[in-house]
């Protein structure tokens, strides 16, 4: 495995060193000799067992259900059990909703501990891992309940994605063929190359699309830990994605990708991106075996976009693609977005 470059993220808590490559078994070096308590979820630990031995470990549930309230109490409970104090580490090892909860609970206990993550899914090792949102989801509401908080260590160790399920991985390509759409067109080449490779889950090919997406995603964050400007690029295909979500229940990897062509098809009206570029970027999604059509009327979407309590004002920060490797965020109205895509489908 080659050895990519360290990439940091630096947030108002510290920094954050994110290393693409280094094995999980490598933890020992970044804990440093202190106290470790990890937290993992039942899929994660039956698959990695051997290499969680000997750790003192926290198991939650696998899902969206126990990404609340009730498994943070539940690992407090374990913590102050276990006699756990402020110069404890904790480490998060296993998808994105195991990273959100690590992050959260690690933010508030004892008004807070050291964390690293181990992240396990594509989608962790891309996303939820880096940039510091930590959270919770409350009352059916989506990471309602959360802090901005950097962790210490992000290690992404390429080789447990072999046990991770194929369409997780599907899902997790969609983010990376976001950070190159928004900011990278090498990227992008690379990956409408790769494809084969890809889908044979090629190790080395699969980190450097990590480490490169990774990168990306931490300048943004750099320039905008607390999403207040910049950082709003990274919601490239998921105003409509996340309404498409709600509205039909299918995976969010499959919504955004859906997300970001119809975002794509909208920028040729409103930016004058070439058809050609949207074409390439349904092309490759299609290949990725990523979904590109709505499953539902557009109208239905345009629903679920009003019934989003959340939401405050009229207006959306919506992303746009200039060209391929090249988004804009752009101020649209609700009324706007509603009316063009119940007339694109
Ligand atoms: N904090 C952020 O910036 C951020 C960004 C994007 C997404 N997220 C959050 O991430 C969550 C989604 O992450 P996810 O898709 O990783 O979900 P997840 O944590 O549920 O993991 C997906 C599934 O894969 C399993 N799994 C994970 N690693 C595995 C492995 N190596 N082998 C076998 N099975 C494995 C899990 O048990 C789970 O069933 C959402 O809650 C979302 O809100 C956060
Ligand atoms: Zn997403």
Redesign the pocket.
């Known amino acids: 495995m080659v050895a990519h470059p360290p990439v940091y993220v630096e947030g108002k808590t510290g920094r954050s060193l994110i290393l693409v490559g280094e094995p999980l078994a490598n933890l020992e070096r970044h804990i440093a000799g202190r106290r470790t308590v990890a937290v993992t979820?039942?899929?994660?630990k039956k698959?990695?067992q051997h290499l969680l031995a000997g750790m003192d470990t926290i198991v939650i549930g696998?899902?969206?259900k126990y990404?609340n309230l009730v498994t943070v109490e539940f690992i407090y409970d374990q913590l102050i059990n276990r006699q756990v104090d402020r110069s404890t580490l904790l480490v998060g090892i296993?998808?994105?909703?195991?990273?959100?909860i690590t992050?959260f609970v690690a933010s508030t206990y004892m008004r807070g501990i050291s964390f690293g993550l181990v992240?396990?899914?594509l989608?962790?090792q891309v996303?939820?891992?880096?940039?510091g949102?930590?959270?919770v989801n409350h009352r059916g509401f989506?990471?309602m309940i959360g802090a901005f908080n950097q962790p210490e260590f992000v290690l992404c160790d390429p080789e447990?994605?072999t046990?991770?399920?194929e369409e997780?991985i599907t899902?997790?390509l969609a983010?990376i063929v976001k950070h190159a759409a928004i900011g990278d067109p090498e990227l992008f080449a690379f990956l409408e190359e790769k494809v084969a490779a890809i889908k044979s889950r090629d190790l080395d090919i699969l980190a450097r699309l990590v480490h490169r997406s990774v990168t990306i995603k931490a300048k943004i964050v750099n320039q905008d830990e607390r999403e207040s400007g910049p950082r709003r690029i990274l919601n490239f295909g998921h105003t409509f994605g996340h309404a498409l979500e709600k509205a039909t229940g299918i995976a969010?990897g499959r919504a955004v990708s859906i997300g970001m062509v119809l975002a794509a098809r909208l920028s040729q009206e409103l930016v004058g991106l070439p058809a050609s570029e949207s074409d390439r970027l349904e092309r490759l999604l299609h290949d990725l075996r990523l979904s590109t059509r709505l499953p539902v009327p557009g109208a239905k979407i345009a629903r679920a976009m009003a019934m989003d309590k959340k939401r405050q004002q009229d207006t959306i920060f919506f992303v746009l693609l200039r060209a391929i490797g090249r988004g804009q965020i752009r101020q649209v109205s609700l009324a706007t977005l509603q009316k063009w895509l119940s007339g694109s489908a």
Do not use: M, R, Y
């Open positions: 979820d039942q899929n994660v698959h990695w696998c899902g969206e990404k296993g998808g994105g909703i195991t990273c959100d992050g992240p396990t899914s989608l962790a996303d939820a891992s880096v940039g949102k930590t959270g989506k990471n447990l994605l046990t991770l399920p997780e899902c997790g983010e969010h």
